[in-house]
């Protein structure tokens, strides 16, 4: 049951106690991928995912703006503190769980947003509120001989797949070009860029022209069974923690 879609009256009949939050990101893509691609991709993730279980699961809206201050110098990349993620993530889902939906699963599209994901999960579930765990989609899967990068193929198949008109392909050999090999600048084993203009042109890390439409129906399809095993794990699992003094 999409909760954006039901009335009230609907939401309150709902048998169930688990729930699906997809959370994305509002930021740059490089030249040839739209803002909202961590949106569409985490949305589209937990909607196959919720469909493959079989049963009764809420989907709540996307969460559309995330932590991601290191794309800021791209216009149109929108980001919040992590502070601010982490409260406002959190109190949505703790009002997700006042009507009985007390199991939560965020499936998320942005790396940036993974370790403030992790930290909220745990403070709900060592709280009582909630049993809250995150899902990050390109983390689930094995895209075989190609990388994540950033705005490279894996997303870029995926939007694809989801949408050919989301991808600009007459822009994927300038992508390319003006892309880094890899995230970050390192040395020591230490990462010493922040911003994503210190190493990358355009915004893309690895050539997006690479992946394919076929790459992204396959990868859709390992997500979305990843996340529905793990709600099924999620919806039964006893979260209790027994006293050891």
């Not at 609907?10 to 509002?26: H, K, Q």
């Not at 469909?51 to 809206?61: A, I, M, Q």
């Not at 992204?216 to 069974?225: E, K, Q, R, S």
């Amino acid at each position: 049951m999409e909760l954006v879609e039901s009335t009230w009256t609907e939401a309150a009949e709902a048998e169930t106690n688990l729930a699906v939050l997809p959370v994305g990101s509002t930021e740059q893509h490089g030249p040839h991928a739209p803002l909202g691609t961590d949106v569409f991709t985490a949305r589209a993730v937990a909607r196959a995912g919720v469909d493959r279980t079989g049963e009764e699961v809420l989907l709540g809206p996307t969460i559309p703006v995330g932590i991601a201050a290191e794309h800021r110098h791209f216009p149109g990349t929108l980001w919040v503190t992590p502070d601010t993620f982490r409260a406002y993530v959190r109190e949505c889902c703790e009002s997700v769980a006042s009507h009985g939906w007390d199991r939560v699963v965020l499936v998320n599209g942005h790396g940036g947003n993974v370790d403030a994901l992790r930290e909220i999960c745990g403070t709900l579930t060592r709280s009582g509120t909630a049993y809250a765990v995150p899902f990050t989609w390109f983390d689930a899967v094995d895209p075989g001989d190609v990388e994540m990068g950033h705005a490279g193929p894996v997303e870029t198949s995926l939007l694809r797949h989801l949408d050919p008109d989301h991808v600009r392909t007459d822009r994927l050999e300038a992508a390319a070009e003006g892309a880094a090999d890899r995230w970050g600048e390192w040395q020591s084993t230490v990462n010493l860029a922040y911003d994503t203009t210190e190493f990358s042109e355009n915004g893309v890390v690895g050539d997006p022209g690479t992946g394919s439409a076929e790459l992204g129906a396959t990868l859709l399809d390992a997500a979305a069974d990843q996340l529905a095993d793990l709600l099924g794990v999620v919806a039964s699992r006893d979260h209790s923690r027994p006293d050891r003094k």
